[in-house]
């Protein structure tokens, strides 16, 4: 059975050269919660434009529901919704007129109870006949998840959806994602937000510099990472540092330098190994951690940038 | 948010068929009347546009009126009143320009581009709705003239002529409007636009004097520009049998034809800069 999403080769060139996309292949399940995660400029955002017929790509293919979005992207874009990273309602109007606008341009049928139902769920019922001009930016996300889902979409594209709300709309909205796919829809998600990732993400692709540099479940990209990582805070050169523990077999390939920190994934062992051998190799550690690690440290050790860049 | 955690209305599809054009019709209507909604959306923001044309029409045309006359046989008043409307079509329709920029920059555009419609739609619709807008303007503009005294001679052949001269220029305003929105990218350099292309061709157009008071070379300028067309071809159908204006422009003598070659013009124009309105606007919105 074809897979919901597919992609191939997918590049995308803009003017003046600049590569934001560079030949990504992924494929994504029905009811799978896709993550994308990378920081600013990593071509996240390129990528879901693609799939939403927004950015033409320069080549390879995208499919959605077996659809090329190339070829037909009139079929793509109806098995499909998008919220997008910037609001995009009409402020002017109402919740109300802004869920049936959208309900009547994605043919939907009888779309009353449809809105009425979302209106009630996005708890949107008070405010939903006032101008959307006066929402609060929670009230406006609300308006706009509950929009896309007007459609029943096979696919919801979601752009940094929880950018600019609280803590609480927050997880309540990573809980509702997570409801949805119960009932079948595919969602590829961007964000840069680690924790969200590891929470709802079945898969998440790592972009760096319009690449995957690694596509995994969560679990599985933390566990290359050992259960442990050690932080060294150094007073001495960290690169040389680094150097000295990786010849001393202390650190892998996957150790690295942020400012005067070294992370080092520890994958057997004590830690009181490296602790015990800084003084023999020179190493003046100002401060030692050990936690547990996390995707930022899975990004870091493949890109060597920090994800919240 | 708490009732989020309860069960949401879940997804069963079906492989949906192409939109038709059934559809496709359902869609403009749709976007047609988001677009009147967002630019008519209170009392207010119908009536402001309404001032300027009634103003004129129950204070300056008049006023102008009494102060020359009359000219090429028709009362100034009513004179000045039909070519007005080549002043508050193209006014009202650059106007409507600025929707386009702040849908593309702070409104519901980037959902808009992901509906299953042609993308073309949206710029069809937008001009389905400055075409509403201008045609309120204009009706003020002509029911208050007649109710202050001009005198057009109305006849079904000679409504006729009128509203296609207005639905052209309207519409090949609005396209140029349109590109114009879709290549500026903040509203205070598309308001600054608005006086050169909305108003600055209405002085030459005809509208307050026939082209020929003008010089030689001025008034061939003036007859290849849309808003001349319009206002001759409006003048005759409303107030002038003798086609004056139209004579100026062609030099011919059978008015039915000068009347069509105008007509023709017109639609040349209304086509042209609605196809590059539409291609402007989708490579503006595909990346």
């Known amino acids: 059975m074809e897979p919901v999403i597919a992609v191939e080769g997918l590049s995308k060139t803009y003017p003046g050269d600049v590569e934001a996309v560079c030949g990504i292949d992924f494929s994504v399940e029905a009811g799978e919660v896709f993550g994308l995660l990378g920081p600013n400029g990593a071509g996240k955002s390129t990528t879901i434009g693609m799939l939403t017929t927004a950015v033409c790509p320069t080549a390879g293919t995208a499919r959605l529901g077996g659809f090329d979005v190339s070829r037909r992207p009139l079929a793509a874009r109806r098995l499909s919704a998008v919220v997008t990273q910037d609001a995009a309602v009409d402020r002017g109007v109402s919740g109300r007129r802004n869920l049936a606008i959208h309900a009547h341009l994605w043919g939907v049928r009888r779309p009353e109870g449809r809105i009425s139902q979302l209106v009630e769920v996005f708890e949107l019922t008070g405010i939903a006949d006032r101008p959307v001009s006066s929402y609060s930016g929670g009230q406006r996300r609300r308006l706009e998840i509950a929009r896309a889902l007007i459609s029943e979409p096979m696919v919801l594209f979601l752009d940094e959806p929880t950018v600019g709300l609280d803590t609480r709309i927050r997880h309540e909205l990573l809980e509702l994602i997570r409801t949805l796919t119960r009932g079948g829809t595919t969602v590829l998600l961007t964000t840069h937000y680690l924790d969200e990732a590891e929470r709802i993400c079945d898969r998440v692709a790592i972009m760096h510099r319009g690449h995957i540099a690694d596509l995994a479940p969560p679990r599985e990209l933390l566990s290359k990472l050992g259960e442990r990582i050690v932080e060294l805070r150094v007073a001495t050169d960290p690169a040389v540092a680094l150097r000295a523990l990786r010849a001393a077999s202390l650190a892998g390939d996957d150790a690295f330098v942020v400012g005067q920190t070294l992370t080092v994934p520890f994958h057997d062992g004590q830690v009181g190994d490296i602790v015990g051998a800084l003084d023999g190799l020179g190493v003046a550690a100002v401060e030692v951690n050990t936690r547990p690690p996390n995707l930022d440290d899975v990004y870091l050790s493949l890109t060597g940038e920090r994800m919240g860049a | ?287």
């Open chain 2, 1 to 287: 948010m708490t009732a989020i955690t309860t069960d949401v209305p879940a997804g069963r599809w079906d492989l949906k068929p192409e939109p038709t054009t059934g559809t496709q019709l359902r869609a403009l209507g749709t976007l047609t009347g988001r677009r009147l909604a967002l630019s008519l959306r209170n009392p207010r923001a119908i009536l402001l546009p309404l001032a300027t044309p009634v103003l004129i029409a129950l204070v300056i045309a008049p006023a102008l009126g009494q102060a020359v006359g009359h000219i090429n046989g028709i009362v100034y008043m009513t004179y000045v009143a039909v070519g007005t409307a080549a002043l508050v079509v193209p006014l009202s329709c650059m106007q409507a320009g600025l929707g386009v920029i702040v849908d593309r920059k702070s409104g519901a555009q980037p959902d808009l581009l992901a509906a299953p419609v042609p993308r073309p739609l949206l710029v069809l619709a937008n001009m389905g709705a400055a075409l509403v807008a201008s045609g309120l303007q204009l009706g003020a503009l002509m029911v208050f003239s007649a109710l202050r005294g001009a005198a057009f001679h109305l006849t079904a052949s000679g409504l006729a002529w009128f509203v296609g001269a207005a639905l052209g220029l309207a519409i090949a305003m609005y396209g140029v409007a349109e590109t114009l929105a879709n290549r500026i990218g903040e509203e205070e350099e598309y308001v600054n636009a608005i006086p050169t292309l909305g108003i600055a061709p209405w002085f030459f157009a005809g509208a307050l004097f026939p082209i020929s008071f003008m010089p030689a070379w001025l008034a061939d300028i003036a007859k290849v520009l849309p808003a001349t067309q319009a206002v001759a071809l409006m003048r005759y159908g409303l107030v002038d049998p003798r086609a004056t204006d139209l004579h100026a422009i062609w030099g011919l003598s059978n008015t039915q034809l000068m009347a069509g070659l105008s007509l023709f013009v017109l639609i040349a124009y209304a086509s042209v800069f609605t196809l590059v309105a539409i291609r402007v606007f989708t490579r503006k919105a595909v990346r």
